[in-house]
Every structure is written in C-alpha cells, then in structure tokens.
C-alpha cells in the first residue's frame, strides 16, 4: 500500500487526533469481529434433468512418480496398490528406464552395443503385476551413447546429453522396444504410450541449439517405435511450461514425422513470462487450465486438430511447499482443476502418486512438500483423501452455473456432486455453509464424503507427536489410521434440500440416492 502526502497541523490537532485514532485503534477489532461473519452462506440449485455431456475421469488415469529404479522397492509398490485402490488408475510415467541405473546400454571393447533388459523387466512386470501400465518415458542417455557427459542437477545426476550417433539411438529404442513386444505381447504394449525424452526446453536437454537437436532426437525414437509395430504410439514434444508445441507438430508435418499425441507439463506457480508471455499475475488456482486451453487452441490450429493431448505433469507447485502440496489446499484446488480442464485433454498426470521419489536427495522427513499423494513411510496426505472423494464422481457431467460446485451423473443414474471452498496455501478464508436445492428428483439420502483438516489429514497427529523426523514404526502405524479414508457421512435429504459446512480449503463428494 501507498502512503499519500501529508498537510502540516497543530500541536494540539495532532494530539487531539492521536487520541482519537488509539481510541478508534481499540474499537476497530471489536467492530470487526461483531460485523465480519466467520462463516458466508451459499444456496446452489440443481437440476437432475439439466443437459449433460460425457465426463471421463481424466485427471486419475495417470501419475507420474519417482525414476525408475525406485519401483523395484517394496514401498513404491505398495503405494501404487494403495493409489490404486482409491483412483483405479491405468498409467505410470517416470523418467530414466534408459538410464545406466537400469544397465540397458553397454558396450565391448570394439564398440559394439549389449543391451541387457533384466532390471527394465522386473520394472514392468512390478507394474502390471499391480494392475498399472507403463507410460514409457524414453530417457535419459547411457553414458556409453552420449556425445559427452552432462550430468543433470538432480541428486542421482541423469546423463541428459544428446546421442554421439543418432542413428545408433534409434537402434537402442528399436531394440528396446522389439524387446517389449516379445515379453508382453503387441496387443499389451500397444495401450501403452512411448513419449520422447523430458521437458527439452530446460536443462533436461544438452543438445545445442535445442530444439533443433530435440526435434532429430524426436524423429529417430518415432521412427524406430514405429518400425517395431505401426500400432504403437508416440509422442512428445515432453516440454516444460507448456512451450514448443506449434512448432512440434509443425515439424512433424512438414517432415512427415510419425506422431500419435501431444504432451507438455506445467505447475500452478509457473512463472506467467515462460508459459503465456505475460508479467501479469495469474491465480494458482486458474494457471494449470490457462495453459491446457493455450496447448488445446495450438492443437487445433495444426496439421493435426484432433491428435490427443496428455498432459503428462502437473501439479500446484513444482517447488517443495508444505502448505501446498502437503495440506488440505490440494483438495479445492483439484477440484476447481477438473472443473476447468474438463474436454480440454485426454489424460492429465498428477506429480507424483508417491514420495518414494529422490530428486532432491534421499527424503529426510515425512512432511517436506513433496509431490506425492502418500508421504514417506505410507502415510496418506490430504491429497489423497481428495483423489478418493473425487473418485466417486460420475461419467456425465450436468450443467450447473457455479464456480464451487461440480455435478455429475453415475453409471447407475446417481447424482455425485463435488463441493469445496477453496482458500489460498497462506491459512486465509472462512467456513462456508453451501446449501443444494435440488429439482426434478425425488432423492432422500446423501452418502458424503469428505477431504478436510478432520478427514484424511495426518498433520495434527504427526504434530502431536512432535513432528517426529523419523517416525517410530508404532508412530507411522498411527498416522496411517489418522489418515485413513473413512466411511461416507449418511444423511438425510429434507425437502429438496442439503446443507454442509465446509472449512477453508474443504472438499466434500455427495453421492444422491
């Protein structure tokens, strides 16, 4: 706030007026609190019969997760069964199956490739076992392969460096992929996706001038999934911020480049410059859906208008902040997510499914901001109290006027209906009581579900306990059970009417019988 500029006065005004002001300095609080409601009240009508559009659950078919050596652990496979269990979801992105980790890549004394595909087995075949399909993310570079070394930030220093030979990349991916057709099938693999390399535009790509270089990585990888099997699909460009995509699809057109669908990444707090152009100011909550309506308009305006896009991260923070993607703000903010983004994309991946994930290092505490729906130890975050309550919307989606209110249709004919009140990450806002008025149904039950600080949030207990760094078994076994998904709320409907209380950051799933 600006300050104005001042007139000169008397002595005794000032004193006069000083006087004035601490008696007005007491009242002022007192008045606020007697005339500032602590709870705003809402009534939103909805009608059964409205029109209706198909609303497939595309915000939990896909998550992304930590590389692929990770999945080997016992912990990432029983968070992907615990994930599972409440979103029912089909893909897993990662990066790093090419990685020399994994020892895809190696090479003899003259030079020539062995290939050895024994981890990348056991890494699928954990996948599948757990109902969960590879969306193949071909990175990074063998060391072996590379033109130098270039080792990316990350605390396990993935080799990002372009090919020393790309017609040899192209037989490493051929390989590979020929490799997957013989141990699970065509028909497997071909619902599975092979995207090209990660987020190019930024330092997960060495080759200069970058896109250029990308794009000829881009070209052989699809022409070598391709030649193993037209019915595979690729796809890219795998950008950061939304970025390249005209131009990708540009490429591939004019240079008759096999591509079967788009994907780009971006986070709510992006900076507006890198993704749209502009210094304004953008809302987290709107930022993630500006940018799928940007790549959305780009696709339709290409050589390919219908070509699907999956977009293959995102979350409301690529940085590591515990009031954002540790706390209940991740419920409304989905929400409101799902509400925007709806017919805009195919598919979007959320970053990450789990905290079994070391980017930044091996995790050193349970609650640090990662991006995962359960943190470190098993331990499910209000994230995923919020993925389960979203889980029990329908697949048709009604019209309704209301930018806190979703409303769906089941396969069986219910209305499910998701409520929230959204808050921003800093603690602000207020209860909200939100009333539904319901038309052209004869509806008398409500089963609700809830994702709020008293429903699916860990943190008062692991504060309770003194926000231990390293959770005693007995401990983590009690977190577990304050997170634990409960049974739905039962109740009644009186005259066509509902009412709940939400907290700041609430989020209830009403299902209507």
């Known amino acids: 706030m ?11 005004t000032v004193q006069s007026g000083l006087r004035t002001l601490g008696l007005v300095a007491c009242l002022v609080p007192a008045l606020l609190a007697a005339q500032t409601p602590t709870q705003t009240s809402t009534t939103i009508t909805l ?5 209706a559009h198909p609303f497939p659950h595309f915000w939990e078919q896909m998550f992304g997760s930590g590389r692929a050596i990770l999945a080997l652990r016992e912990d990432y496979r029983r968070d992907v069964r615990d994930v599972k269990q409440v979103t029912d979801f089909r893909y897993v992105r990662f990066h790093d199956i090419l990685d020399d980790d994994i020892g895809v890549y ?24 757990n109902g969960v399909k590879p969306f193949v993310e071909l990175s990074f570079m063998p ?16 080799n990002v460096a372009p090919p020393r030979d790309y017609e040899r990349w192209g037989q490493l991916v051929e390989a590979f992929t020929q490799h997957l057709i013989e141990r699970y099938g065509i028909d497997e693999v071909a619902s599975w996706y092979f995207e090209v390399w990660n987020e190019p535009n930024l330092d997960f790509w060495a080759g200069e001038p970058k896109q250029d270089t990308y794009f000829q990585l881009y070209d052989h990888a699809a022409a070598a999934v391709k030649h193993v099997n037209s019915r595979l699909r690729v796809g890219g460009p795998a950008t950061a911020q939304a970025a390249w995509v005209a131009a990708f699809l540009k490429h591939c057109a004019e240079n008759k480049v096999p591509v079967d ?7 709510g707090n992006d900076p507006p410059m890198d993704v749209f152009g502009t210094s304004g100011a953008i809302p987290r909550n709107e930022f993630v859906c500006r940018a799928v309506k940007k790549v959305h308009h780009e696709i339709e305006a290409s050589p390919f208008p219908k070509l699907p896009l999956i977009w293959s991260e995102f979350n409301a923070s690529y940085m590591n902040e515990t009031d954002v993607t540790d706390s209940t703000y991740m419920g409304p903010w989905m929400a409101e997510t799902i509400q925007q983004c709806d017919g805009l994309t195919e598919m979007m991946s959320y970053w990450s499914f789990s905290d079994v994930f070391d980017e930044q290092g091996v995790v050193k505490k349970p609650f640090y901001g990662g991006y995962g729906l359960i943190a470190e130890g098993g331990i499910p975050k209000p994230a995923y109290a919020a993925f389960a309550a979203l889980h029990h919307l329908g697949t048709q989606r009604l019209s309704l006027d209301s930018d806190s ?7 069986d004919g219910k209305l499910a209906i998701a409520l929230w009140n959204y808050a921003p990450p800093d603690g602000g806002g207020k209860a909200r009581s939100i009333t539904l008025q319901f038309e052209h149904t004869k509806a008398k039950k409500a089963a609700i579900w809830r994702a709020d600080g008293q429903h699916g949030d860990p943190r008062p207990a692991y504060a309770t306990m003194g926000s231990p760094i390293y959770p005693t078994r007995d401990q983590l076994r009690k977190l577990r059970q304050s997170a634990a998904i409960q049974a739905p709320e039962q109740r009644k409907i009186d005259h066509d009417r509902l009412t709940l209380e939400l907290p700041a950051q609430g989020l209830a799933v009403i299902e209507i019988e």
């Open 2 to 12: 600006k300050l104005g500029a001042h007139g000169f006065f008397h002595p005794s």
């Open 47 to 51: 009608d059964a019969d409205a029109p």
């Open 106 to 129: 190696d090479e003899d004394a003259n030079g020539k490739p062995i290939l050895n595909f024994s981890y990348v087995d056991e890494i699928y075949d954990g996948l599948l076992a």
């Open 143 to 158: 060391k072996k392969l590379s033109a130098k070394v270039v080792p990316h930030p990350f605390w396990y220093h993935p």
């Open 261 to 267: 669908f788009t994907s780009t990444h971006v986070y």
């Open 405 to 411: 209110a979703l409303a769906t249709r089941t396969a």
